[in-house]
């Protein structure tokens, strides 16, 4: 049933773009043009996995163009931007449909999370690399937040509130190279937070699994068996 699903996956949601295969955002994504393509769903360390159980596919072959395109979807501060659009014929990076797609906001914040398990199970340089901007993000000034839920592409807050879910997913992202601060982070924005069911808002089920994962990630950084 795994190899089942995982074929399903490679032939539906991965396509061959300018010589690079990608994953998509979704079946629907196929053939498009722009390119659809979303840094938050690239998972490399997921791929090399799936390569161990399914070797009639070349999952490895999905790391190196997921990393290149990291790079690319970044705007000026180097943080990843939430959907990113690429040309089919030259690949080039275009305009995206909706202006906030370019923001680092609810989808781009997932990738810091990604890029702290890549270092911590793979030691993957690449990922060190990309993680500087998420660290540079302990030394925002606090305009009307330190670490808005939504920055554009140029660095500027987009809303006057953070997010806890956003913090709690960064927490391994931080401690990759700054492990005081991103205690510090920790017992200052999300331990009073705490409560009997959650860190803040009970029902947003989102923000409450990300703060699971990130602590889940940042205090042991083992690779799940």
């Given amino acids: 049933a795994a190899r089942g699903l995982l074929a399903a996956i490679w032939e539906q949601e991965t396509e061959v773009v300018d010589g690079d295969r990608l994953l998509l955002p979704g079946p629907w994504a196929r053939g498009r043009d722009p390119v659809v393509f979303n840094p938050s769903y690239q998972l490399p360390f997921a791929w090399r996995t799936f390569a161990e159980f399914d070797p009639d596919r070349d999952w490895n072959s999905l790391v190196g163009p997921a990393y290149r395109r990291l790079h690319t979807c970044r705007g000026s501060t180097g943080l990843p931007r939430d959907w990113c659009y690429f040309d089919r014929a030259t690949g080039a990076r275009v305009a995206p449909v909706d202006p906030r797609h370019d923001d680092f906001a609810f989808e781009a914040f997932r990738v810091g999370w990604t890029l702290a398990a890549e270092a911590a199970w793979y030691g993957d340089r690449r990922a060190r690399a990309l993680l500087r901007?998420?660290?540079?993000?302990?030394?925002?000034?606090?305009?009307?937040?330190?670490i808005p839920s939504r920055i554009d592409a140029e660095g500027r807050a987009q809303t006057d509130w953070a997010y806890p879910g956003m913090s709690g997913a960064l927490l391994p992202a931080w401690a990759s190279r700054r492990p005081a601060a991103a205690l510090a982070e920790w017992r200052d924005t999300l331990v009073p937070l705490r409560a009997a069911h959650g860190w803040g808002d009970p029902t947003d089920y989102y923000g409450q699994n990300w703060i699971w994962l990130g602590l889940a990630l940042w205090q042991t950084e083992e690779k799940p068996a």
């Fill in 133 to 146: 901007p998420f660290v540079a993000l302990l030394t925002r000034a606090e305009d009307p937040v330190r």
